[in-house]
């Protein structure tokens, strides 16, 4: 390439110090420089001036300059020149209608409840700013599944619901009685949920939305595990597309901009993400002081998307035609999103004197246009020939992902509101502002219909009707619309795990390393196998899992460019386009995400995939606690594994790796089905268990399992039918010295603790008791089946009161009962109401902190020694011969009574 470069030398060059030059004289020179990169650009294309640019990058760097060539923002313009924009292919006039009924439905759904004075609230300002960009994707882009299209999965604001539904209602999939009850899902003739929950509306809604920021990492991994399932070849390559609108206040969430960078690295060009730039947040602007618009432009260029921006509407493309001297270009960049913010509530007069701020040059160019065309000049997210073309833009984008900014205006044709701070939370119009609003949007209602907002449906012959129909039936049909369709599959038969219900080598081992292989017991099953998806943030060593690299290949969509540097061992890091596990980095909101997808596959895509994450337990709910919520709503499935379990049995971490609580967090979720086991038994049990009535029985619920890194021997899984239920139902009796009833102490054991129970045990027996052990796999279940029972018999007062398995549990007993785990002493307190009056509970209130197991457990008091102190101190309380002898092995147990409070410190 030898183009000629501007021909006057740079200063920098002959002084190494930067000359001044006078402004007319730089203004020279950037326009020959102009002129130069126009010549390259003719004879080279882009890529000649992106060389270019690039070479000069070069030299300012060989130089040492603090200079950087290229800027991440490009000028306050749309991104999209008039020359380059597509078509427009619908009727514009008659969307404009449609638009405005959707808008004048939307707004009467929250007013009719406002009226009604149920006090439920409602939202009408976002949905007046995204009306617009919502139209334009529902009437041309959002395309469902068919035949040979792989569909679009579209997430919308979730304050924009009532358009949403106001335009289902249209279509005729909602009734008029579940619009009048917007935000009230209890009432007898249907109700509609305040946003999107899948949970509430599971024929509807498809992705939960309403915790700001979580939709974003949820689109990239949806995104994304579409690419996986077609790379491994469980879903046809047929296209489709993650459409996700978030708002520009939103986007200050870190799941946001914290989550852009793999959408890139994947080359996600099935993702598209709008965001909404209204400008406005709930309180005030979202940057006063500077542009939003332009500050997420940097921040997804730097991140490798592409940018497309509009921000403005058609009437401004003659004004910019004309400003050949940059003014308005300028004034536009001078200008902040404050300025912006009030522009958009000031008069077409007050308007221009602030665009033209005593500039005559920009006077003469405003003078083209009266008070009321300023006025009426719109932004870019207020013309669908500007939204269009940026669709039709991203739409078509390969390689990349696609972030498309529009400005808006939040509240948008509520006349007095539009535009105001207070707008996002105005539920309520007068009379006089309801009747002009309608008649702004063409509402051929009455003045009394209008003043009771009623809603408004044109004849199903209407045009706008059957223009409404004719364009959702070319794109496939109606969105939003969810479907859980899948094949079933059945567990493996419990046969196949025999090496770990009898454990053969009697090898120690943990329960970590026993779900480890019953994931590879799985990852081996025919009619299974494909379906299993490990998902691990950085942590597979930790667990034991890098075995799996090299057999089932870490999924990367470029596959792997290098040698690993351990390819000639047998656990080779081996990334493959094809590969089966996920390996999401430090990211554990993408992790979940990730597991969010998988376990939703089988609604999204009909394929029933079987997340296993596995995850420090700390890193789980208090992290990502919000993310697990929504698979709860999302009505996901699969295993969640928080392993590294125990406050004491991850020994020598400290404060925040060693976690007492997840268990107690599990319990507040309330389709999650959370396990503490003790045994590799137990957790075959409960994983099939998972699988039958996950994937078999296509129940929504999900799971959690605690799994432990210490090694002991597992012992084989008993014969009785009893012990299988029980480990479901969350306990059952693992050892008796002679019989239940004969027991005088009552040891409940879980997780890695269930060891220092049987030593607890060994020493009680050796004192000549007679001890039962019990397994609690979970008291979460036991507990929320013991409060349904409570329940039942509350509602029934004259019936016969249903026991609860607990109580069944402990029916024939008597003596005294200690509860010992790894975690919050709250967890086995919880069933505590059901328990006889004796029962005593050890856990581990407190932080964390960096010591031995054995010291831990002393330190929290749950050590075997600790157990037996306890169970001899009831002992002492309970009964009334032997006091003395009771007391004496009490005093040689040795307990400090005066050690500090692990709780308190
Ligand atoms: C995690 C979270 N924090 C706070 C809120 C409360 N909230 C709901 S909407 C909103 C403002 C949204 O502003 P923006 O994203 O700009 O959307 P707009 O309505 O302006 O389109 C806030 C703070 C929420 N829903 N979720
Ligand atoms: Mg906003």
Redesign the pocket.
């Known amino acids: 390439m030898s183009k000629p470069g501007p021909e006057n030398s740079d200063p920098v060059m002959q002084t190494g110090e930067p000359a001044g030059a006078a402004p007319a004289d730089i203004e020279l020179d950037k326009q020959e420089w102009r002129e130069a990169l126009e010549d390259i650009l003719a004879c080279y294309g882009t890529q000649g001036v992106q060389e270019i640019l690039a070479s000069l990058g070069n030299w300012c760097a060989e130089q040492q300059l603090p200079v950087r060539v290229g800027n991440v923002n490009t000028p306050y313009l749309n991104s999209i020149p008039v020359s380059q924009q597509a078509d427009y292919p619908g009727d514009l006039e008659l969307e404009q209608r449609l638009e405005n009924i959707l808008r004048w439905n939307a707004m009467a759904m929250v007013l009719q409840g406002q009226d009604a004075g149920t006090g439920v609230g409602g939202?009408i300002?976002?949905y007046a700013?995204?009306a617009t960009l919502m139209e334009v994707g529902f009437n041309h882009f959002f395309r469902n599944q068919s035949e040979s299209y792989g569909g679009d999965l579209v997430m919308l604001?979730?304050?924009?619901s009532p358009g949403i539904y106001a335009r289902s209602w249209l279509e005729g999939r909602l009734s008029t009685a579940q619009l009048k009850n917007f935000r009230r899902e209890l009432q007898p003739e249907g109700g509609l949920t305040s946003?999107p929950h899948p949970r509430s509306m599971p024929d509807y809604w498809q992705v939960p939305n309403?915790?700001?920021?979580?939709s974003t990492p949820t689109a990239i991994y949806q995104a994304r595990f579409a690419k996986y399932l077609e790379n491994r070849g469980l879903k046809p390559r047929r296209g489709g597309k993650v459409w996700c609108f978030?708002?520009?206040?939103?986007?200050?969430?870190p799941e946001v901009l914290g989550t852009i960078n793999i959408a890139s690295r994947e080359k996600l060009d099935n993702l598209v993400l709008v965001i909404?730039?209204?400008?406005?947040?709930?309180?005030g602007p979202?940057r006063g002081n500077s542009k939003i618009i332009q500050e997420l432009e940097a921040s997804f260029t730097g991140a490798g998307w592409d940018v497309i921006k509009v921000i403005w509407g058609g009437g401004w493309d003659r004004l910019l035609a004309a400003d050949s001297q940059g003014m308005l270009r300028q004034r536009m960049e001078e200008c902040v999103d404050g300025d912006y913010q009030r522009y958009s509530v000031l008069p077409g007069d007050l308007q221009r004197e602030h665009w033209v701020d005593g500039n005559p040059e920009l006077e003469q160019m405003m003078n083209a246009l009266s008070d009321e065309e300023v006025k009426q000049i719109k932004r870019g997210g207020q013309d669908p020939e500007k939204i269009y073309a940026a669709y039709s833009r991203a739409a078509a984008n390969i390689e990349k992902p696609t972030v498309i900014l529009i400005k808006?205006v939040?509240g948008d044709g509520l006349v007095d509101a539009a535009g105001s701070n207070t707008v996002?939370q105005k539920k309520n119009f007068d009379t006089v502002q309801r009747i002009a609003i309608a008649r702004n949007f063409g509402i051929p209602l009455s003045d009394a219909e209008i003043e009771r907002a009623a809603f408004y449906r044109p004849d199903p012959d209407s045009e706008e009707i059957r223009y409404l129909h004719a364009r959702r039936e070319a794109l496939g049909g109606a969105i939003p619309e969810r479907n859980s369709n899948c094949i079933s599959l059945a567990p493996p038969p419990l046969e196949r795990f025999a090496s770990l219900l009898r454990n053969p080598s009697n090898r120690p081992q943990s329960t970590t390393m026993a779900l480890v292989r019953i994931l590879s017991i799985l990852m081996r099953e025919d009619g299974l196998k494909q379906y299993i998806v490990p998902i691990v943030p950085d942590e597979a060593r930790t667990f034991g899992l890098e075995a799996l690299f090299k057999i089932a290949g870490i999924f990367s969509l470029q596959g792997q460019h290098y040698t690993p540097v351990d390819a000639d061992t047998l656990v080779a890091y081996r990334e493959a386009e094809d590969g089966q596990i996920l390996q999401e980095g430090i990211c554990e909101t993408g992790a979940l995400a990730s597991f969010l997808a998988a376990g939703t596959a089988y609604s999204i895509h009909g394929l029933p995939m079987i997340p296993f994450y596995f995850f420090y337990s700390i890193f789980g709910f208090q992290r990502v606690g919000?993310m697990i919520w929504t698979c709860g709503d999302m009505l996901c499935r699969g295993f969640l594994i928080g392993g590294t379990a125990g406050r004491t049995t991850l020994n020598g971490e400290g404060i925040q790796h060693q976690d007492g609580h997840s268990q107690v967090i599990a319990n507040t979720y309330p389709n999650l089905k959370s396990y503490d086991a003790a045994f590799a038994y137990e957790l075959v049990v409960i994983v099939r268990e998972g699988i039958r009535r996950m994937y078999q029985q296509q129940e929504n619920i999900f799971y959690y399992l605690t799994a432990y890194n210490e090694n002991y021997v597992m012992p084989v899984m008993p014969e009785s039918e009893a012990v299988a239920e029980g480990i479901i139902r969350g306990g059952y009796c693992y050892s008796s010295s002679e019989t239940i009833e004969s027991s005088q102490i009552h040891l409940l054991g879980s997780g890695s603790i269930m060891q220092q129970v049987l030593a607890a045990r060994d020493q009680l027996e050796a004192l000549d008791y007679r001890v039962s052990v019990w397994s609690i796999t979970s008291y979460n279940e036991l507990y929320r089946e013991a409060e349904s029972c409570e329940r039942q018999a509350r509602l029934h007062p004259t019936a016969a009161a249903p026991q609860a398995y607990i109580k069944a549990m402990f029916a024939d007993t008597s003596g005294v009962y200690i509860a010992a785990s790894d975690y919050m002493k709250t967890l086995a307190r919880s069933i505590a109401p059901w328990m006889p009056a004796s029962y005593q509970v050890l856990g581990t209130d407190g932080y964390g902190l960096s010591e031995s197991r054995e010291e831990l457990r002393d330190y929290f008091e749950i050590s075997a020694e600790h157990i037996c102190h306890t169970a001899l101190v009831q002992l002492l309380r309970t009964q009334t011969k032997g006091k003395r002898r009771i007391q004496s092995q009490i005093d040689a147990l040795g307990i400090n009574p005066d050690k500090p409070d692990p709780a308190l410190r």
């Open positions: 939202h300002a976002t700013s995204a604001q979730p304050h924009t946003y309403a915790s700001m920021g979580l978030i708002g520009d206040g939103e986007a200050d969430e909404n730039c209204n400008l406005q947040r709930l309180d979202v808006t939040k996002h919000d």
